[in-house]
């Protein structure tokens, strides 16, 4: 079955460096791969799609590659903001109608 | 204009008993899921309907009843409830014609089962 593994539980940056974060599976390659964003006591929120034929997304700081050799995706926040704290989730499409999430990435921006 | 909104927010309760917690969306979404997210902040599907059609039950307790009156409602009922059972519930609904099932989640149940 399909397991996903995020880069450490928990990454401390400075404010206005670029934070980034790591999602890498085991399984077979996803058609699309998706991030999300999680403040506590809140639902995440979704961030990014990327498709398993695109290389890069880019949406303003944020932007996202995927390489299925490598079985990976990285999520990369530039100029970093204190407001960017938050824990961030990578989701896998497993088929029809079904996410597949990893256990999150807690990012704090230290100001 | 909440998008997808549940109730109650917070639901603190004795082993043994039952509950349930409801689940709204105003999206016009097709599809809606539950989700249990974890004391480790696991965050797993529980449940998947389409049209007021259950597609996806992963596995999970049958005490665990989703029903969907209608296309905008998905409810959760819980029998007996367990210690375990203690954790934030999600729902969520998605479009997946247009959106590769991009989730918009509610804003959690936190359930405590003493």
């Known amino acids: 079955s399909q397991k996903i593994e995020q880069n450490s539980e928990a990454l401390n940056i400075q404010e206005g460096k670029t934070a980034t974060l790591t999602c890498n599976y085991t399984n077979y390659s996803p058609a699309y791969l998706q991030w999300y964003r999680q403040d506590p006591g809140r639902g995440p929120v979704f961030l990014l799609l990327i498709r398993e034929n695109e290389k890069e997304k880019r949406k303003e700081r944020l932007k996202v590659t995927f390489d299925t050799t490598l079985k990976q995706s990285l999520f990369h926040i530039t100029a970093s903001q204190p407001a960017d704290s938050a824990t961030y989730l990578c989701a896998l499409e497993t088929g029809a109608n079904n996410l597949f999430f990893g256990t999150g990435t807690r990012l704090t921006v230290i100001p | 204009d909440t998008a997808v909104s549940q109730t109650p927010k917070y639901l603190v309760t004795q082993m043994g008993n039952d509950k349930s917690i409801k689940c709204e969306q105003n999206l016009g979404h097709d599809t809606m899921y539950w989700y249990k997210q974890d004391s480790k902040k696991f965050l797993k599907i529980m449940f998947s309907?389409?049209?007021?059609?259950?597609?996806i039950n992963e596995t999970v307790p049958n005490r665990f009843s989703p029903k969907s009156p209608d296309k905008a409602h998905l409810n959760l009922h819980i029998n007996s409830l367990e210690l375990g059972d203690s954790a934030v519930y999600f729902c969520?609904?998605?479009?997946?014609?247009?959106?590769?099932?991009?989730?918009?989640f509610g804003p959690g149940t936190r359930l405590t089962v003493l």
């Open positions: 969520a609904s998605s479009h997946p014609r247009d959106s590769l099932d991009t989730q918009y």
């Open positions: 309907y389409n049209n007021k059609e259950l597609i």
